[in-house]
């Protein structure tokens, strides 16, 4: 059983980190990055601070390879999965509207195939008798900076580790 003060501390401490690191960033001059790119990276760094309040175990934010191309932007231990931990690739999305056309829908074919690629090359860090054990699950994360607050959908296992067939939608 978890001890429920634990709990208590360990959230107030990661909302003081999040409070702490919006403050300093009050005093931060204004970006000189395109406002699309602003949006992804506080898309970012809010779900940083969502899937740690879910219990995930944060490894890795904006992952790059000197091989392949983009970035793997968090990768988290999914430790209460059974029968072992999972690793978990997040990739997400950010959007300041409820447009038409959902986040998750961005993540097209030739999205899923790079991000397979970072996987691999994410994996060829680990020793071998590890990496050929690692369960590896992709979840979407969309986050949706509204003028009303922050809402955030979640799709665990949105899509496989291996390409699927064409025209093949895995369920949520």
Do not use: C
Request: charged content about 25%; cysteine-free; glycine content about 4%.
């Amino acid at each position: 059983m978890e001890n429920v003060g634990t709990l208590d501390s360990a959230s107030r401490r990661l909302n003081l980190q999040q409070r702490t690191l919006a403050a300093l960033q009050r005093f931060a001059p204004p970006s000189k990055l395109p406002p699309h790119l602003v949006t992804g990276m506080r898309g970012e760094q809010l779900a940083f601070f969502h899937i740690r309040r879910l219990g995930y175990t944060v490894v890795a934010e904006r992952w790059t390879s000197a091989t392949v191309r983009g970035d793997l932007d968090l990768v988290a231990w999914d430790l209460r999965t059974q029968p072992a931990p999972t690793l978990v690739i997040f990739e997400v999305k950010s959007r300041t509207a409820r447009d038409f056309a959902p986040a998750e829908t961005a993540v097209d074919a030739d999205k899923k195939r790079q991000l397979r690629l970072l996987a691999a090359a994410y994996l060829r860090q680990l020793p071998r008798a590890q990496r050929d054990r690692v369960v590896l699950r992709f979840d979407l994360l969309s986050v949706y900076l509204l003028p009303s607050g922050t809402e955030f959908e979640h799709f665990p296992d949105a899509f496989g580790r291996h390409n699927e067939r064409p025209g093949f939608n895995r369920r949520r």
